[in-house]
C-alpha cells in the first residue's frame, strides 16, 4: 500500500488543498482540478483509496461549468475560470479515462459523464501539453467504444506538425524551449505507437525523448531542467529549482517507452529518475519526508524548499504506484472484473 499519510492530511471535506506552509495543510490556498485529477489517479492505484477517489471525482464534477467545461481553481467558495488551462482539462481526461473502468458503480458513472463531456473539446486544443495529455487519456482508455479514432489522429497529427516545424539536427523537440512537463510529449507518442503502430509516430518519440534524456540524465543521475529561467534553445540549462513533477514527467515517459518497444534501458532510466527523490540527484538530499509521508517542493541552490504541497507528493505517489506495478495490474484487474460483470 502506498504512504497516503499526507495525502489523507490534504484532504478534507472539499478535496485535495493546493499547498502546505511546511508540512502543514494550506486551509487558504484552494483546491485545484489539477491537483485532485492527479490525486483522483493515486487513489485509483491505492489499496484502499476509494473514499478518496470519490471525493476527488466529486470535486472534479462540482468543477464543472453550465456548460460543462472545467474551472481549474476553486477559493473562497468559487471557481475561477481566469487560471484554466488546456494542460489541466488533459490531466483531468486522464483521471476520468482510467477512473470510468472502476468496479465501483457511482465513480465510474461520474468519469464517464465528465469524460464524455470534455473530450471533444480537446479537437481545439493548441498547447503541446495539453494535447500530449489528451492523447495519453484516449490511450489509456481499453473500451473501443469510447475510441474516438478522428480525434486520436487529430492531435497526434498536431503534434508530428509541431515536431515538424521546430526540429532540426540539434534540437530534437516539439518548441524552442524545454519548461515543465516535458516527458509527457514523447510519452504520448510512445502510448501511441504503441496503439497504431504508426512508424512516423514511433521515430519522433524515440528521437525527442532520446534527446531529452541526453539533457536530462547527465552525471549518473537525473538533473532536471529548473524553472529558475527553463532551457531555451542555444541558452543554459538551469540547475534550479528543481520540482518533483518534472521528475515523475520523464519516469512516466521513459517507462512508457518500456512498454511500447521493450527496450531495458528505458526501465533502467525510468528507476534512475526515481532515485532522483531518494536522494540521488545535484544536492544529494531526499525529498521524501519520512515523518509526514510528504513531498518537498522543490530542489533549490540551498537545498530543498520545506513545504510539502499537493504537486509534489502525488507526483512521488504516481511514481512509486507506477514502479511498484500498481499501475499496470490496476488496470488490467479493474477492467477484467467490468469485463465480467458485464
Known amino acids: ?7 489523507r492530511r490534504m484532504t478534507d471535506e472539499v478535496g485535495m488543498l493546493q499547498f502546505c506552509q511546511l508540512g502543514l495543510p494550506d486551509a487558504g490556498s484552494g483546491y485545484t482540478l489539477d491537483d485532485n485529477a492527479r490525486a483522483l489517479m493515486v487513489a485509483l492505484f491505492n489499496d484502499d483509496g476509494l473514499d478518496l ?12 461549468q453550465p456548460d ?10 468559487r471557481f475561477y475560470a481566469q487560471f484554466n488551462s488546456e494542460d489541466s482539462v488533459g490531466r483531468a481526461l486522464l483521471a476520468c479515462s482510467l477512473g470510468m473502468y472502476s468496479p465501483d458503480r457511482e465513480l465510474a458513472i461520474i468519469c464517464k459523464q465528465m469524460f464524455t463531456a470534455n473530450v471533444i473539446r480537446v479537437a481545439e486544443f493548441r498547447s503541446p501539453r495539453g494535447l500530449a495529455y489528451a492523447l495519453l487519456a484516449l490511450c489509456k482508455n481499453p473500451d473501443p467504444k469510447h475510441f474516438n479514432q478522428h480525434l486520436f489522429t487529430r492531435l497526434t497529427d498536431r503534434l508530428l506538425a509541431l515536431y515538424d516545424r521546430c526540429h532540426s539536427r540539434d534540437w530534437y523537440w516539439f518548441e524552442d524551449y524545454l519548461t515543465y512537463c516535458n516527458g509527457i510529449i514523447p510519452q504520448s507518442l510512445f502510448a501511441a505507437y504503441h496503439l497504431s503502430n504508426n512508424r512516423k509516430i514511433r521515430r519522433v518519440a524515440y528521437e525527442s525523448l532520446n534527446f531529452l534524456n541526453g539533457i536530462l540524465f547527465r552525471n549518473g543521475r537525473l538533473d532536471i531542467i529548473g524553472n529558475d529561467g527553463w532551457y531555451h534553445r542555444e541558452g543554459k540549462i538551469p540547475l534550479y529549482d528543481q520540482q518533483p513533477v518534472d521528475a515523475a514527467s520523464i519516469i512516466f515517459a521513459c517507462f512508457e517507452a518500456y ?26 538530499v531526499t525529498l521524501y519526508d519520512n515523518r509526514t509521508g510528504g513531498c518537498f517542493d522543490a530542489l533549490t541552490a540551498g537545498g530543498v524548499n520545506r513545504n510539502q504541497g499537493a504537486e509534489a507528493v502525488l507526483s512521488l505517489m504516481l511514481s512509486t504506484a507506477l514502479l511498484l506495478g500498481r499501475i499496470e495490474q490496476k488496470l488490467r484487474t479493474d477492467y477484467q472484473l467490468l469485463a465480467n460483470l458485464s
Open 68 to 77: 460543462g467545461s472545467w474551472s481549474n481553481l476553486f477559493h473562497n467558495g
Open 259 to 284: 512498454r511500447a518497444t521493450g527496450s531495458r534501458e528505458y526501465r533502467d532510466l525510468a528507476y534512475l529518475g526515481y532515485k532522483w527523490y531518494m536522494g540521488h540527484n545535484i544536492q544529494q
Open 1 to 7: 500500500m502506498l504512504d497516503d499519510r499526507h495525502l
Open 53 to 64: 477517489a470519490l471525493k476527488y471525482a466529486r470535486f472534479m464534477q462540482k468543477a464543472q
